[in-house]
Every structure is written in structure tokens, then in C-alpha cells.
T-cell receptor, first 113, second 113 residues
Framework: KNQVEQSPQSLIILEGKNCTLQCNYTVSPFSNLRWYKQDTGRGPVSLTIMTFSENTKSNGRYTATLDADTKQSSLHITASQLSDSASYIC????????????FGAGTRLAVHP | NAGVTQTPKFRVLKTGQSMTLLCAQDMNHEYMYWYRQDPGMGLRLIHY???????AKGEVPDGYNVSRLKKQNFLLGLESAAPSQTSVYFC????????????FGSGTRLTVV
């Protein structure tokens, strides 16, 4: 069964600190892996997209890594800001059929001053 | 450039009532999708469209119908609302089959009482 699992479910950090969010997936066939940021009451917004051959991709203070062998990804946030408070969703795209997206349940991050 | 616009943003329905959610995109995207987001779960695909005049079932299509009469609009209908359809509904559009440039609307929060 295609699944995307994220950990932790929620996380609280202090402003300025770094954090790493985890994503494990069992999706086949694999096409790409995405990280989205979802602010409260808003739709998800894409942060990074990585294909099978990419190990790391950055978007400002966000850096995503992908290990296709172990089927794991992480999202590292550097020097967190209050505006980073949001849910972060890992999404794996399967190349079977209509390019189905399998969504993780997300990690809810709260950055406190 | 508005991107993906969903209306309404909030709605309360009584069990058995019907309603239509509207999704409009101004990016000339071919692919459009309707998802629902429930607490503790990843987004789940309800229906999707690969072009004007086409629709197809996703992962959780029961109780919903869709139409794509115009390329820019994708309508989601609930013929007889049930409390189990209480959720946040997101529309998304994409430029290509591989879903790069996937853009979400800001969501519709629906409560069925």
C-alpha cells in the first residue's frame, strides 16, 4: 500500500533555532517527492520538488534531502522565524496511472519567540 | 494573477442539502483536482480532470460529482450532504501531467450538521 508517514506530528522550537522534519514513504513507482508549507487556513504552497536522482534541494532557509534507497526524506529549517509556524507536508508522486500524489498527514511546527 | 480561487470560503449545510463548490484558475492549466483534508490525515483526492470536458474519479469519490465545462472552472457538487462530508476542501491545478507547478486554492471549510 502506498503510504507517506511523517514525524514528528508536532514540534515546538524557539525562534532562531534549527529543526529537521522527517518523511518515510512506501510508494511505487516513484516519480518525485515534494515538501509543502501550509499556513493555517490556507492551501499548501510548494517548497521543494526532488526527483529520484536528486539528493538535496534548497529554497532559502529550507533544505530538503532525499535518500531513494531507504525511501526517506527530511526537511531542515535553518534559523527559524515566527513565520515558519505552519504545517509541513511531505508528498510523494507516483508515476503510475495519472501521476497520483500521496500526501503525508503533516508536521505541525510552532516557532515561539 | 489570482492563481486558484475557491468559493465559498465557508459554508454550513444541513444533512440532505445540496451545494456546489467552485474552483477557478487563471493560469490556463489543463489539470484540475479536488481534495479533502481531514484532521490527522493527508489530503485525499476526490475527483480530477485532465482537460475541458473530462472528469475522473479519485480515491474518495462517493457522494460527490464534478463538472469541467470550461477549462478554467472545476465544480464540485454534493447532492445530499452527510455529516461525514464535513471537511476542508481544496482545489488544485497543474500545468503538466507530472504536476510540476501544482497550485492550490485557499480552501473551503464545509460543515454538515
Amino acid at each position: 500500500k502506498n503510504q507517506v508517514e511523517q514525524s514528528p506530528q508536532s514540534l515546538i522550537i524557539l525562534e532562531g533555532k534549527n529543526c529537521t522534519l522527517q518523511c518515510n514513504y512506501t510508494v511505487s513507482p516513484f516519480s518525485n517527492l515534494r515538501w509543502y508549507k501550509q499556513d493555517t487556513g490556507r492551501g499548501p504552497v510548494s517548497l521543494t520538488i526532488m526527483t529520484f536522482s536528486e539528493n538535496t534541494k534548497s529554497n532559502g532557509r529550507y533544505t530538503a534531502t532525499l535518500d531513494a534507497d531507504t525511501k526517506q526524506s527530511s526537511l531542515h529549517i535553518t534559523a527559524s522565524q515566527l513565520s515558519d509556524s505552519a504545517s509541513y507536508i511531505c508528498v510523494v508522486s507516483s508515476s503510475g496511472g495519472y501521476n497520483k500524489l500521496i500526501f503525508g498527514a503533516g508536521t505541525r511546527l510552532a516557532v515561539h519567540p | 494573477n489570482a492563481g486558484v480561487t475557491q468559493t465559498p470560503k465557508f459554508r454550513v449545510l444541513k444533512t440532505g442539502q445540496s451545494m456546489t463548490l467552485l474552483c477557478a484558475q487563471d493560469m490556463n492549466h489543463e489539470y484540475m483536482y479536488w481534495y479533502r483534508q481531514d484532521p490527522g490525515m493527508g489530503l485525499r483526492l476526490i475527483h480530477y480532470s485532465v482537460g475541458e470536458g473530462t472528469t475522473a474519479k479519485g480515491e474518495v469519490p462517493d457522494g460527490y460529482n464534478v463538472s469541467r465545462l470550461k477549462k478554467q472552472n472545476f465544480l464540485l457538487g454534493l447532492e445530499s450532504a452527510a455529516p461525514s462530508q464535513t471537511s476542508v476542501y481544496f482545489c488544485a491545478s497543474a500545468r503538466t501531467e507530472k504536476n510540476y507547478g501544482y497550485t492550490f486554492g485557499s480552501g473551503t471549510r464545509l460543515t454538515v450538521v
